[in-house]
């Protein structure tokens, strides 16, 4: 496949994951190469947001390796706050911090952990937040703002630290219908933009048009693994069938 | 009722008064920084000191006020740590009021945590950076009505300053009753008084709430 020219930017090498007893990870592997949009999918509790954790450090391991550009991903190691300023997160409950304006909330990371110039910044996150169409609500404060906008505000967020790649993990799950599409836009214009993205959703539809490769995990293993022209059009095993099929419903 | 020996007593209640809030501002600004550090050294867990803090919290908050003060101003002494009145009446409320305060802080740190930290941290916020700019912030917005509660609860404490004799409103009120009888005007001014030093603080607690509270509630 053509990825396999391109740089290999996060590496999860052979990882185990247990919670105590719980093994929720054996022998893991999965790389994200540069501009590509890598979308997980698969049932609940099978360790999608799991494994997002780990590429940026948030979850330790028990075994194996994880790296970004050939460096160690771990959380209790120092360069692990400059490895996160290159992997932005999305949250499916948004956490934008509550104290803070959408303006304050987009800036203060750039400010404070990159130490970029606050008037640089600010002009970027007033550009970034136009784009997403929240301009007027700079000044506002999270909870004046819908699930949808406070869903776009955290991606600016991300996004003005200038990451390379981006971890979402269902980030409209907890959407009103009504409100999922202005964010999944966001994220389509951004892989139009060629931004590596690692995608963990529910929305088949929306993984279909965006994935340019797809992971269906089942516990704990990639069950099954290819385009999106592939996965969906064309299961292969028996549990990706049956997978989609619960989905089906929804797409007529 | 006769004004005329409530006006010869108002320069000993003003006097009391402002004993009362001396010792009073001192003592719940060491119960803040004191209830502040046994939250973190608790929330933290961290070895040892969160086991010290929690037994320190759990004496002085199931003992009275009275006592500690006793215990302070006089069994210290004996030990061969002398202690000025006015002092060990700071200590004490400072003690009790920290023992108060951490519990208060602590639930306020527990609310905010988790995800939120989460969040900062994967922005690429070291830790002390999320505490002083994410934790902090709100884990003492939501501690603030409790606080307020507190500082007032702790004024109220100090009526038994007089117990070491310190001469605080009660103790002036109590004196002047023993010398004079003058039972109804020194009982009035010593509601009066109280309440010139609580309703301000109430009012301002308010204030303070709402402020801080403004940006996360909004109202
Ligand atoms: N903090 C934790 N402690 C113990 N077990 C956990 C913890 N977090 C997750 N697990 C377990 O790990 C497994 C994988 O969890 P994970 O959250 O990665 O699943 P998921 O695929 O994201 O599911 P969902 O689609 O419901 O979000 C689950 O069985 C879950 O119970
Ligand atoms: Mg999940």
């Known amino acids: 496949m053509s990825e396999n020219k391109k740089e290999e930017i996060i590496k999860v090498n052979h990882i185990t994951k247990r919670y105590d007893d719980n093994s929720v990870l054996e022998d893991f592997s999965l790389s994200v190469y540069e501009g590509e949009v890598v979308v997980i999918v698969g049932p609940s509790g099978c360790g999608k947001s799991t494994i997002l954790r780990i590429m940026n450090g948030l979850e330790p391991i028990q075994k194996g390796e994880v790296t970004y550009r050939g460096e160690k991903v771990d959380g209790k190691l120092g360069s692990i706050t400059r490895i996160r300023e290159k992997v932005g997160m999305v949250f499916q409950s948004y956490e934008l911090f509550p104290h803070k304006t959408i303006l304050q909330n987009v800036m203060l990371a750039p400010v404070l952990v990159q130490k970029r110039d606050k008037k640089e910044v600010k002009e970027e996150a007033l550009q970034l937040l136009a784009r997403v169409g929240l301009a007027e609500k700079k000044d506002s404060y999270p909870r004046q703002l819908s699930g949808g906008q406070k869903q776009r505000v955290a991606i600016v967020r991300a996004l003005c630290m200038h990451p390379e790649v981006l971890l979402f993990d269902e980030v409209t799950a907890a959407l009103d219908p009504e409100m999922v599409r202005e964010v999944l836009e966001v994220i389509l214009s951004l892989a139009k933009e060629g931004k590596t993205m690692v995608i963990v959703t529910h929305e088949m539809a929306f993984a279909e048009a965006i994935a340019d490769r797809v992971i269906f995990l089942d516990a704990g293993q990639i069950e099954e693994e290819g385009t999106a022209e592939e996965f969906f059009r064309h299961p292969k095993s028996e549990r990706a069938k049956q997978f989609l099929n619960s989905f089906t419903y929804e797409k007529k | ?219």
């Open chain 2, 1 to 219: 009722m006769n004004w005329e020996v409530i006006g010869s007593y108002l320069p000993l209640y003003w006097k009391a008064m402002l004993l009362t809030l001396r010792i009073g501002w001192i003592g719940i600004v060491f119960a803040i920084l004191l209830g502040v550090l046994c939250a973190i050294v608790r929330f933290y867990k961290i070895p040892v000191l969160s086991q010290l803090a929690g037994v320190y919290i759990e004496v002085f908050r199931n003992t009275p006020l009275l006592v500690q003060l006793f215990f302070l101003y006089f069994a210290l002494p004996k030990i061969g740590i002398p202690i000025r009145a006015d002092f060990c009446g700071a200590l004490g409320l400072a003690l009790l009021g920290g023992a108060y305060m951490a519990e208060t802080f602590r639930s306020g740190l527990e609310s905010v945590a988790g995800i939120q930290t989460e969040s900062a941290l994967s922005l690429g916020m070291n830790k002390s950076q999320v505490v002083t700019h994410i934790i902090f912030p709100q884990a003492f917005a939501r501690s603030v009505p409790s606080f307020v509660a507190n500082i007032i609860f702790l004024l109220k404490e100090t009526s038994v300053f007089s117990a070491i004799s310190l001469m605080d409103l009660m103790f002036t009120a109590k004196d002047l009753i023993g010398l004079y009888y003058k039972t109804t005007e020194c009982l009035t001014l010593l509601v009066v008084f109280y309440a010139l030093i609580l309703i301000p603080v109430s009012v301002l607690g308010d204030r303070l709430e709402r402020r801080v509270r403004h940006a996360e509630f909004g109202d």
